[in-house]
């Protein structure tokens, strides 16, 4: 008996691990009061870039104050699908990509010209759904980042619009502001401030699915039921600067395929949140843990 | 007075006590520092720790703390392995104690004066005791390889049981010179690029910078820097452990040769890495690194059959079940080895399995990804030559009976249920997406946490018997302080 009882524990512990998690558990529905429409001014001018605090410049221009929202991306896809903008190939949404130029660099890639994985549908974590004809949102993650979009679907989308995906500068100065802040809104974290691994806000389990995406501007100073957030605008008032998803960035760098993200997520430890922390993945990769928002020149 | 002097002779003038005061070192900053980061930071514990003590978190100073903390560890395990060479092998008396000496006060200066700095505010004077601290230590090390010069014809060996050339050159006495010198030649290549990096404190994690195409030759040093160190260190402890064990016969002769040739080969990519030969340092380190791991396993089959031909001495034809017995019958000497080979399924093999699986893998998976596999290999490297020191050191403070299973089999099982599943926890990307991987990320966050965790306090019951040990006027500690390690070599 002495030695069966910890090898039941065990047994049970793996037995639990094996237990598939139920990727359309019901989310809790917040209305956030943030606008995803709603476009921040950038000014031109210095400001501190990186961990290390070298001075940049960048110029003018607009940038989402939050994430792109699945919505907003349904919207994009229903409109691209009709125009012919991008195209069902098979299990997945492609879409036209003009190619990068080839280095030769060790362990570079060559990313051709033609058509690239935008967004799979096979995915159970993807929330986008295609019925043969339209494109529709889960119920619940209208006002979620959209997520499961590769960097071509990312860069896709505001291309249609004629805006662009962030350069690596235009993202931090505008989650920063001018001084040389960690964070979006200071110099410390609270769990109360974003969305991140094991922060305990109301979308996540950490017994079974973990974690989860939080509307976008969740994290602005409003009670949602029980739970208080801190209000974590950046300077210039974008929110999700810092967790919730990585977002992709627009840099395309000589000599490597790989593709930039920003912020951290709601996957990662807490210094993964700080505003000069880069990660990076194959154009190709998606994940429930990343999404993108947009630029415009002024 | 007299009872602290006698303390203070065996703590700080014996090899036994200057090995116990660095585990202690060790285990408070590990027991500390370790509340800071992971599930503790999770549960909230490191936010109780942080204001307790009173430390001084900058964010965007992370990389440094981490550099200086992980600087201060190294720092004890160098001078335990030291500790231990000046014990085993013929030193002349004037360099043991000078090493011994100056590696003490190097290595506690660098750990306390450096987390000082690090965690406790800005004082510059620590900073500066901190650098002095690892100064001491680098020149202990250049002491070191003054002392084990093997074309000292008073080192030379006549016995045919141990690898000699036909002068009487010592080839395990070379093997340890060669480790030695490398060790020191390899310190400059952190040294340096430290100086110029921290100049401006612009500090970096290598395994943030791992994926950028292209890297300064500085960004190189401290990559190479950081591999041959703790290479280094896994291949000196495989010398200890072989002195340890009398190391001998056909297997030794075999495997010293390789030994030296391995770390010289070895060392020679890792330095090319700021040469021109940068395209083909890995290929060199890959050349260097077979013939060393070779002659670890020539050390496993010799000592795992010296262990089961001792254990059935008397049985006229062993079984297999019998073999086994005689095998695991002393986990503190099957201990070490066992973990050398253990370390193939949750380092080497994980190497070579990604290198193999590269456009798979890592052209694939986000650079975070590939952080977790990179920084979970080598702190399961650097944890695995942990283990094998406090299995030694169970031995060298006499451990007997049901204590020394005990010791050495939790030893064993905790810890290589913590880095099994930390190794799954490297790759589990290959079997689980994202979205399903909690309950999964669950169990191996509980797996290693109690293997570690329950680890860490059988290393707390062991020091605090050691401390209560220092209070009685006959305890163990005297017979240890008369006690060279060179006479309890395994015979």
Redo the contacts between chains.
């Keep these: 008996m002495k030695r069966l009882f910890p090898s039941l524990i065990l047994f049970a512990a793996l037995i639990a691990s094996c237990v598939p998690v139920d990727l359309n558990a019901p989310i809790p529905a917040f209305d956030t009061g943030i606008d995803p429409n709603t476009w921040a001014q950038i000014p031109a001018g210095e400001f501190y870039f990186g961990q290390h605090e070298d001075v940049e410049t960048t110029d003018a221009y607009e940038i989402m104050i939050t994430d792109v929202t699945t919505a907003q991306y349904v919207n994009f896809l229903n409109a691209a699908l009709d125009d012919g903008y991008v195209k069902l190939d098979g299990e997945q949404i492609v879409g036209f990509y003009p190619g990068d130029e080839f280095h030769g660099v060790k362990h570079e890639e060559r990313i051709d010209a033609g058509d690239w994985l935008f967004i799979p549908l096979n995915d159970p974590a993807q929330r986008v759904k295609f019925d043969g004809g339209r494109f529709t949102i889960q119920p619940g993650y209208e006002n979620h980042p959209m997520t499961m979009v590769t960097w071509f679907g990312a860069w896709g989308y505001c291309e249609y619009y004629d805006w662009r995906l962030p350069t690596e500068m235009e993202w931090e100065k505008a989650g920063r502001g001018i001084d040389a802040r960690p964070f979006p809104w200071g110099d410390e974290i609270a769990r109360e401030n974003a969305n991140f691994y094991s922060s305990r806000d109301p979308f996540e389990d950490m017994n079974s699915f973990g974690s989860r995406t939080s509307p976008v501007g969740f994290y602005n100073g409003k009670k949602y039921g029980d739970y208080q957030t801190l209000n974590s605008a950046s300077p210039y008032g974008l929110y999700d600067m810092a967790g919730n998803v990585w977002q992709w960035m627009g840099d395309v760098y000589e000599g490597m395929h790989y593709r930039f993200m920003r912020g951290g997520s709601k996957d990662t430890y807490d210094m993964d949140l700080r505003l000069w922390v880069r990660n990076n993945a194959t154009p190709t990769y998606y994940s429930p843990g990343v999404g993108f928002r947009c630029v415009r020149d002024k | 007075m007299q009872f602290i002097k006698t303390r203070f002779n065996y703590l700080f003038n014996s090899t036994k006590g200057l090995i116990l005061v660095a585990i202690a070192m060790v285990a408070v900053v590990t027991a500390v520092w370790g509340m800071l980061s992971g599930p503790m ?2 549960l909230g514990v490191r936010d109780v720790v942080i204001k307790a003590l009173g430390m001084k978190i900058v ?2 100073e ?2 440094g703390r981490i550099i200086i903390l992980y600087h201060s560890i190294a720092m004890a395990i160098v001078a335990i392995e030291t500790y231990m060479i000046t014990g085993l092998l013929k030193i002349k008396p004037f360099f043991k104690t000078a090493i011994n000496a100056i590696i003490t006060v190097g290595y506690i200066v660098t750990m306390v004066f450096g987390m000082g700095f690090a965690y406790f505010g800005h004082n510059w004077a620590f900073h500066g005791l901190y650098i002095f601290g690892l100064s001491l230590v680098f020149f202990a090390g250049v002491m070191l390889c003054i002392a084990l010069y093997p074309w000292n014809p008073e080192y030379y060996v006549t016995d045919k049981a141990y690898a000699h050339t036909k002068s009487g050159l010592d080839l395990e006495r070379t093997a340890f010179f060669a480790t030695a010198v490398t060790t020191v030649i390899s310190a400059l290549f952190g040294a340096v690029p430290g100086s110029f990096f921290g100049n ?3 500090v ?1 994690l290598a395994e ?1 910078i791992i ?4 890297k300064t030759t500085m960004e190189y040093s401290v990559i190479g820097h950081l591999h041959i160190m703790l290479a280094l260190i896994c291949i000196m402890i495989t010398l200890i452990i072989g002195r340890w064990l009398n190391f001998k016969g056909g297997w030794h002769k075999a495997a010293m040769p390789l030994m030296i040739l391995g770390t010289i080969v070895l060392n020679l990519g890792v330095w090319g890495v700021v040469t021109p030969l940068e ?1 083909i340092a890995h290929m060199i380190i890959y050349v260097g690194a077979t013939p060393s791991m070779l002659a670890a396993l020539f050390l496993l089959i010799w000592s795992w059959g010296k262990l089961i031909r001792e254990g059935t001495t008397g049985i006229a034809k062993p079984t297999f079940g019998q073999k086994l017995r005689a095998l695991l019958r002393d986990p503190l000497r099957f201990g070490p080895t066992w973990q050398m080979l253990f370390m193939n399924f949750t380092t080497s093999g994980i190497g070579i399995f990604m290198a193999v699986k590269l456009d798979e893998i890592f ?6 990804e590939e952080r977790i596999e990179l920084t979970g290999h080598w702190h399961v490297l650097s944890a695995i030559v942990a283990t094998i020191i406090l299995m030694y050191y169970g031995d060298m403070i006499g451990l007997k009976g049901r204590v020394r299973q005990w010791y050495g089999w939790l030893i064993i099982v905790l810890s290589d249920i913590a880095f099994g599943a930390v190794t799954v926890f490297e790759m589990k990307r290959l079997f689980i ?11 191996l966050m ?1 797996l290693i946490d109690f293997g570690l965790g329950t680890l860490l306090v059988i290393l707390a019951v062991v020091m605090a018997w050691r401390l209560i040990d220092l209070f009685k006027n006959k305890g163990r500690w005297t017979e240890e302080q008369t006690h060279e390690l060179a006479q309890e070599v395994n015979q």
């Design positions: 930071a999770e964010q965007s992370r990389e401006g404190f612009e970096f943030n994926r950028y195409p292209e395209p052209r694939v998976w986000p650079a975070r997406t994202e979205a399903e991987q909690q309950p999964l990320v669950n169990l509980y």
